[in-house]
């Protein structure tokens, strides 16, 4: 008989039922997966079960438990990618609106053309939070928006130069 791969060394002052109830409960999708291993492995199902119903890899499984034996507060997701968006159905009208309607020129700005980085500048200096300009990006991809690069035009070529230069082309 193997020894032990891991094992739950204590529950931190809770029960089982109260372990059950706070993964009922959870909309975390990483904190549920935690305390369900936690209860699984604390109630002695092998680790290659709880990797099966859990879909996830010895190692994880491994993290999980190690994370709950130093402290439970480490299974509270901070990855950041269950945080709501605190942009409002009101700023995403308005994004909306003045990037079809508006210039940046109307609100003080020395550009002509919205940028992302422009909108994230003005999101923040109208609505206070300050957002990166690849979230506004998503959003304006999402908002049906899409890019168009500017066309390259010299600012010191010669019309009369040019003209020549098209007299003297050759169409084969």
């Not at 210039?103 to 909108?119: C, E, H, M, R």
């Not at 010669?158 to 003209?163: G, M, S």
């Amino acid at each position: 008989m193997g020894r032990k791969f891991i094992e739950v060394k204590t529950l931190h002052r809770y029960t089982i039922e109260e372990l059950q109830q706070l993964a009922s409960e959870t909309s975390s999708k990483y904190t549920n997966s935690v305390l369900m291993a936690v209860i699984m492995c604390y109630n002695g199902v092998d680790t290659t079960i709880i990797m099966d119903t859990l879909g996830k890899s010895r190692s994880t499984i491994t993290r999980y438990i190690n994370q709950w034996n130093d402290s439970p507060l480490n299974i509270i997701d901070q990855r950041g990618g269950n945080i709501p968006s605190e942009l409002t159905v009101d700023i995403i009208k308005d994004i909306k609106y003045i990037v079809v309607n508006k210039k940046p020129n109307d609100f003080g700005y020395i550009q002509n053309v919205w940028t992302s980085a422009l909108l994230a500048k003005y999101v923040e200096d109208k609505y206070g939070p300050k957002y990166s300009s690849s979230m506004i990006r998503k959003l304006l991809k999402k908002l049906g928006f899409s890019y168009k690069r500017g066309l390259y035009k010299p600012t010191k070529a010669d019309p009369e130069l040019q003209k020549e230069f098209k007299k003297k082309r050759k169409i084969y």
